[in-house]
């Protein structure tokens, strides 16, 4: 119980420098960009925009998902000769990104939820942090009533 409760502080604190330093960088780059910065940004976010607005490139990157997640957990519990902290270890990334793929899609999905609705970029993250906020709470919540961790 200790370790997960200092686990915690750390990620809290590493999240609280991680802010500090976002908003240290963004109040440093208040200037004006030039000409030429702003038409590459609009060439790189359109170009990106064009590729992520592709079905093809969702339908790759969802097989890629999946059959690594399949191949990394098959390799964990399957009898390949690999130590067994190694495959502990393995099934332990693997959880944590099915928690980060919900995670992911939770934020997103208020994110999207709020933008389709009209409200701006600051509104979505906002919807997205509370909704993210809340599994945390529950997922929190659980792990104190039941103890689904360790």
Do not use: C, K
Request: no cysteine; net charge neutral; aromatic share 8%.
């Amino acid at each position: 119980m200790v370790s997960l409760t200092l686990l915690s502080t750390a990620l809290m604190g590493l999240l609280v420098v991680a802010t500090f330093v976002a908003v240290a960088r963004i109040g440093a780059q208040r200037t004006a960009p030039g000409a030429d910065e702003q038409d590459r940004y609009a060439a790189v976010t359109e170009t990106l925009s064009d590729i992520a607005g592709t079905p093809v490139v969702w339908a790759i990157g969802f097989i890629t998902v999946t059959v690594g997640m399949g191949a990394v957990t098959l390799l964990a519990v399957g009898n390949f000769g690999i130590p067994e902290a190694l495959a502990g270890t393995l099934l332990s990334l693997v959880y944590a990104a099915v928690g980060l793929l919900l995670v992911g899609f939770v934020f997103l999905g208020a994110y999207f939820g709020a933008r389709g609705r009209g409200l701006g970029n600051a509104h979505g993250v906002a919807a997205g942090s509370f909704a993210t906020g809340l599994v945390f709470l529950v997922v929190i919540s659980i792990q104190l009533l039941v103890g689904i961790v360790g």
